[in-house]
């Protein structure tokens, strides 16, 4: 019973790197959701997608990418890391409705230096 | 514009006594209000949600939340606190719709 599983949990980047966060989740959620957590500051989304194929983006998608090939899968990829982009990363995933609540994953610590 | 406010961005208590985390929302539509715990190094678990029904909503851990539309509030409530419910606590707004808004969280530091 994985739910959301995100990898790396840690991760340390040079200025200029790229690198891919992965996300996956084994409930057949159609919808999932990428965040960044900055202290004081709640979880911003980043990217979300309502199913394979469809991705939109949310509040601060700048120097973010996804795609979402299988419902499994949402990967977010950094291009060009920036000393902005240090955070924890949250993965999330949920059913359809509204009323559904969303499932977490474990997060992503990221440090750009 | 929708938003959620958590006024409190730090609360202490002692062990055993009782716990109000404030939430306020603005929201459009009908909401659907959610309580999300975190703890240290932990993604969000789901406490308790609210979308119809009765006003009052229990959910894991003994935590419970009211509904109050005329205030547009979901406070949580916990009569008697546990040293191991020191964590961030986040508040969270959706319809129907495809996204959330969060709180940005109340820490509870507990007290032996």
């Known amino acids: 019973n994985a739910g959301v599983t995100q990898t790396p949990k840690f991760r340390i980047l040079k200025i200029g790197q790229s690198m891919t966060l992965q996300c996956a989740q084994d409930m057949n959620h159609n919808y999932m959701y990428w965040y960044r957590q900055d202290p004081g500051m709640g979880l911003k989304l980043i990217y979300y997608?309502?199913?394979?194929?469809?991705?939109d983006k949310g509040e601060v998608p700048n120097g973010y990418n996804v795609s979402r090939s299988t419902t499994e899968d949402f990967p977010l990829r950094l291009e060009l890391a920036a000393p902005s982009q240090t955070s924890v990363y949250f993965c999330?995933?949920?059913?359809?409705?509204?009323?559904?609540?969303?499932?977490f994953g474990d997060g992503t610590r990221l440090s750009i230096l | 514009a929708q938003s959620v406010t958590q006024p409190d961005i730090h609360i202490t208590v002692s062990e055993g006594a009782s716990l109000e985390l404030r939430c306020n929302y603005s929201y459009g539509a009908t909401p659907y209000l959610f309580w999300y715990v975190q703890s240290p190094g932990q993604g969000l678990q789901l406490l308790l949600k609210y979308f119809s029904g009765d006003t009052l909503v229990q959910g894991i851990k003994g935590f419970e939340a009211e509904f109050k539309r005329s205030q547009s509030s979901f406070n949580l409530r916990k009569p008697s606190v546990h040293w191991s419910d020191a964590a961030e606590y986040f508040c969270?707004?959706?319809?129907?719709?495809?996204?959330?808004?969060f709180g940005t969280g109340t820490r509870l530091q507990v007290f032996p």
């Open positions: 999330a995933s949920r059913p359809r409705g509204g009323n559904q609540p969303q499932h």
């Open positions: 997608s309502v199913g394979a194929g469809i991705t």
């Open positions: 969270a707004v959706g319809g129907n719709t495809d996204k959330l808004i």
